[in-house]
């Protein structure tokens, strides 16, 4: 029997398969986490594209918020969930002060005409258990860009 006990505590049979238990878990936990941080960024990179694309179509008609929101849907197609408010127009001086774009005056020099671009879309994570880690966040692509 003394002979038996030694054998067997003498074994190491089995210890990989018991550590490899232990990890799998942390290291599938690593591996979702990462696929979704890395869906988050290309899809964040995706918005930021799109945004460009309604700011190159505003260069020449930035009036056209119908146009400029048809330009950020084509370029994201079967996006159903993404939300683009209307381009939001703004007159600042040199020295970030903001004035009226209808008759506002600056101290030195006139106001530049500035129109910010927003899409967003809702993003949570693919797997329930990097859901638990991630929380459910609105991505969102921007561009402003000076008129005048």
């Not at 067997?8 to 398969?17: F, I």
């Not at 490899?20 to 988050?40: E, K, R, W, Y």
């Not at 703004?90 to 008759?103: E, F, I, K, L, P």
Request: proline share 6%.
């Amino acid at each position: 029997m003394k002979a038996m006990r030694t054998r067997l505590a003498a074994c190491r049979r089995g210890v990989s398969l018991t550590e490899f238990a232990l990890i799998a878990p942390v290291l599938c936990l690593l591996v979702m986490g990462s696929f979704d941080v890395g869906n988050a960024i290309q899809q964040s990179l995706q918005l930021e594209a799109a945004a460009r694309a309604g700011a190159q179509y505003a260069f020449s008609r930035p009036a056209d918020s119908v146009g400029i929101t048809a330009a950020i849907r084509a370029n994201l197609p079967g996006w159903s969930d993404i939300s683009v408010p209307d381009p939001a127009m703004a007159c600042r001086c040199d020295d970030g002060a903001t004035v009226s774009c209808h008759g506002g005056a600056c101290a030195m020099g006139t106001p530049a005409t500035y129109l910010s671009i927003r899409v967003s879309r809702p993003f949570s994570a693919s797997t329930p258990l990097a859901a638990a880690v991630l929380p459910a966040q609105t991505l969102t692509g921007h561009v402003e860009l000076r008129l005048r």
